[in-house]
């Protein structure tokens, strides 16, 4: 099929819709549930695999409807929080199979959508959208995020000096705990570099994440004791793994050369796995399109291209179906072996020296 944009309103029911099944399951229970849950985990496999559509970016611009939609979702998750601890915890009158749906239908929206809401939101100019990003981080008790994606994973990606690049035969398992640790104390240390012996700075980030992350427990602790606490937790957790699932796949086994001076070449369409697959790019906002928001982390997410096959690496999966298969690092490493092969013998040559950043 033709390339064509993707119209915003398909974004927003996109990302919104399994928002909507959730809250009704949580009012009405039954089948709705089971509609949040299979919406996430069926059906965007499905439709991206039934309608094999390329959908072109929009052109470049300021998108004030995007940001509107960021803040719906980033919105949708402080409120998703809250209620979904009640729902698993609390005096909701599920029933047992129905609290278990609505914890995996819910922490898969805010891995898969209410985390490249925020990751955009901490990328837009505006303070007030900004703050609004860090916060759902916070809430997922992952606010570091906020600060060693901007600061680190932006420079250092696809080099040993960034923690979340996942290297050639490196499990998941063993990826995951490095990066958290690491880019919890690199992104602290480029925090503190910004702030030595510039007056007025405020107060550390870190400070307002911590702060943040205890009155998300404190919250969940009131909706419904220690299970509202461990509910919280949990749904935290499954979050974070698929924020770190994203990471692991998107920069799997792709370096930045070194050249002669020491310095890596700068960040290219080359470092980074994209996915040319439609409704899950609506769903996670086009954060599939991940070589372009490398090369420009502050565009739109609407107007993100995908570049070229001989540009930059695709991966033949979604996104979602990629995280899985990496669940399963024996599998996955057969299944991405040759792409990784094929794209290193093929890819472009690195940027001349006297471009390098």
Not at 81 to 96: E, N, Y
Not at 132 to 153: D, E, K, P
Request: one cysteine or more.
């Amino acid at each position: 099929m033709q390339a064509r944009p993707l119209p915003l309103p398909l974004f927003a029911l996109a990302a919104l819709g399994p928002l909507a099944l959730i809250a009704a399951g949580l009012a009405l229970g039954g089948g709705w549930l089971w509609a949040g849950f299979l919406y996430m985990a069926v059906l965007t496999l499905v439709l991206d695999q039934l309608i094999p559509l390329t959908a072109a970016p929009a052109e470049d611009g300021e998108f004030p409807a995007a940001d509107a939609l960021l803040v719906a979702a980033g919105c949708g998750a402080l409120v998703l929080l809250p209620l979904a601890t009640w729902g698993i915890a609390g005096a909701s009158g599920l029933t047992g199979g129905q609290r278990v749906l609505l914890f995996f239908a819910a922490g898969f929206w805010l891995g898969q959508v209410a985390h490249p809401a925020a990751h955009e939101l901490i990328h837009r100019p505006r303070r007030a959208l900004f703050r609004l990003g860090a916060t759902v981080y916070s809430a997922l008790l992952f606010g570091q995020h906020a600060s060693a994606h901007r600061l680190v994973h932006h420079c250092h990606v696809a080099s040993r000096d960034d923690p979340n690049t996942a290297r050639a035969g490196e499990s998941f398992y063993r990826f995951a705990p490095r990066a958290w640790i690491g880019s919890f104390r690199e992104g602290a240390k480029a925090e503190t570099a910004l702030r030595k012996g510039v007056a007025g700075r405020g107060l550390h980030p870190y400070a307002a994440y911590l702060a943040i992350g205890l009155a998300a427990l404190a919250l969940a602790f009131l909706i419904a004791g220690l299970p509202g606490l461990l509910a919280w937790v949990c749904l935290a957790l499954h979050a974070q793994s698929q924020i770190l699932l994203s990471d692991y796949v998107q920069h799997y086994g792709l370096t930045r050369t070194r050249r002669p001076d020491g310095k890596p070449e700068p960040v290219g369409p080359a470092h980074s796995w994209n996915t040319a697959h439609w409704f899950s790019s609506a769903m996670m906002l086009n954060a599939p399109r991940h070589s372009d928001h490398h090369v420009h982390p502050g565009r739109a997410f609407p107007a993100l291209i995908l570049p070229p096959a001989d540009e930059a690496p695709r991966l033949p999966w979604p996104l979602p179906l990629a995280c899985a298969l990496a669940l399963a690092p024996r599998t996955w490493r057969r299944a991405i072996a040759p792409h990784l092969a094929r794209w290193r013998e093929t890819r472009p040559a690195a940027a001349p020296a006297d471009t390098a950043a």
